[in-house]
């Protein structure tokens, strides 16, 4: 338990809304955890509406955006959409396609809020969210940065330097004027983006990774702050996700509206249910799930087991995979759209078995979110999959194999087949699995009150060695 008590008011900072991705759901978590454990919090969130679920206790400072939809402005919000690395469920706008003059817009805005509530809210720590843009901005305020990466942000950075290096390329060989600025515009934005994430980097005081795989990446880019790292793994809101004994199929999946029926309704015959949650983007491997599920409704239906899959979420890539399911002629594959957290533990409490086929997961908190529902799960061997699933510390370097483990199995990456042959190998009852040492397992080792309490005492400690030092450099003076 945290001894210390002199950080009391923390200010959270996320360029993106609250909810809708990995990285809101755990700013919400993180946010009602340190409320519950006294502290007075903030959170600066970028969105495109001011009406969106809020924690009672914690106070909001938005940073307006243009909605994408129509509907009434935002006093004072950017002319375009918040920027994602990828998709979001209420954006298709993204880092990569925004104009310099967006960008200067965008660092304009969040610097003027980060600035008015380091002056109203006077933080004792800021606990910024993804090495960007943001927690750049922060680092200038004085007040001591805790940041943490979320994976999507190296992979910007990485993405960044390839784009620079192939502006260059091209400004070398270009001689019409009008392409020659708007190519020096787009080296100066990716020069911008290099720098923010080199500055939070080296100017945040700690860096949160979220799994082992990430600490790996983050040294490898950062060498320079790599004794700054400090691994400390996503948590889940024990009060959210938990097993439900009373919800029915019937409740649940026959309210559900499916694209893949004429009435739009779920048949509830099914023997078994798969389920996929996450936004709808290229690394989350929905096409290798798509793949899959054609091979494993086949399979299960020649052993008189008819199975259900049920996707929710939404994002960018949405047409295009209802468009490969139409190809693929699943029959009891569902899309059913984004649902909020209630919504998404009543489908997880029905599931059997859920599937995170992601080609990148930073770090999974939607298999944590399973695991805690009381199922298995059956992920790819990589990025932070492998380090929540291994819990008997296989040896999985073989990343052509599959993995059985006490809490789900571990397939090869863009692998439909395996993945394939995993869900009927755990839906024929061939591997078995104790679905309450999952649980208990999920809540002894990632419930969000201990994974808390790990980062107030590293809160603790940057707050202590940021006064120590200004007593150094008082008594210097």
Not at 36 to 49: D, H, L
Not at 315 to 323: F, S, V
Not at 422 to 436: E, I, P, Q, T, W
Request: aromatic share 8%; hydrophobic share 35%; with cysteine.
């Amino acid at each position: 338990m945290n001894k210390k008590n002199n950080v009391n008011n923390i200010l959270i900072v996320t360029a993106f809304p609250t909810y809708g991705a990995g990285s809101g759901v755990q700013v919400t978590a993180l946010a009602n955890s340190y409320l519950n454990k006294g502290k007075n919090v903030t959170v600066i969130t970028g969105n495109n509406k001011l009406d969106f679920d809020k924690i009672p206790g914690v106070k909001y400072h938005v940073v307006p955006f243009k909605n994408e939809e129509e509907g009434e402005p935002i006093l004072g919000q950017c002319d375009f959409n918040y920027l994602m690395f990828t998709t979001h469920t209420e954006s298709t706008a993204n880092f990569w396609d925004a104009t310099l003059d967006q960008i200067k817009e965008y660092q304009g805005a969040f610097r003027k809020a980060i600035n008015d509530e380091v002056k109203e809210s006077k933080p004792d720590i800021i606990h910024a969210q993804h090495n960007w843009i943001t927690a750049s901005i922060c680092t200038e305020t004085g007040v001591p940065v805790v940041t943490t990466i979320h994976g999507t942000d190296l992979m910007g950075y990485e993405r960044s330097i390839k784009e620079l290096g192939e502006i260059r390329n091209k400004l070398k060989t270009e001689t019409n004027p009008e392409e020659i600025k708007r190519l020096k515009d787009e080296e100066t934005k990716y020069n911008l983006y290099i720098e923010h994430a080199n500055r939070s980097a080296l100017n945040s005081k700690k860096i949160i990774v979220i799994s082992e795989a990430q600490k790996e990446k983050f040294t490898e880019l950062f060498p320079l702050a790599a004794n700054k790292v400090e691994l400390i793994e996503n948590g889940y809101d024990t009060r959210k996700f938990y097993v439900d004994e009373n919800v029915t199929r019937e409740d649940v999946i026959g309210k559900l509206v499916s694209q893949n029926t004429k009435d739009g309704k779920i048949p509830l015959d099914y023997d078994k249910l798969v389920v996929f949650v996450g936004k709808f983007a290229d690394f989350k491997g929905i096409d290798i799930l798509l793949d899959a599920a054609k091979s494993y409704e086949e399979k299960m239906q020649e052993q008189g087991k008819k199975v259900a899959t049920v996707i929710v979420g939404s994002g960018q890539l949405e047409e295009k995979l209802k468009k490969q399911a139409e190809e693929l002629k699943l029959k009891n594959t569902h899309f059913v759209g984004r649902k909020n957290t209630d919504e998404v533990r009543s489908i997880q409490n029905l599931a059997d078995v859920s599937l995170i086929p992601s080609r990148n997961e930073p770090f999974g908190l939607v298999v944590l979110e399973g695991m805690a529902c009381g199922h298995p799960v059956i992920g790819t061997n990589a990025g932070g999959i492998p380090g929540i699933l291994n819990s008997d510390k296989q040896d999985i370097s073989d990343t052509s194999k599959t993995y059985v483990t006490p809490l789900g199995v571990l397939v090869p990456m863009d692998d439909s087949e395996a993945l394939s042959d995993a869900v009927c190998d755990v839906l024929s009852g061939k591997d078995r699995f104790d679905n309450k040492y999952i649980v208990d397992y999920t809540r002894e080792n990632y419930a969000q009150e201990k994974v808390t309490d790990h980062i107030l005492e590293l809160f603790e400690d940057v707050a202590d060695s940021q006064r120590n030092n200004h007593s150094k450099e008082d008594e210097e003076r």
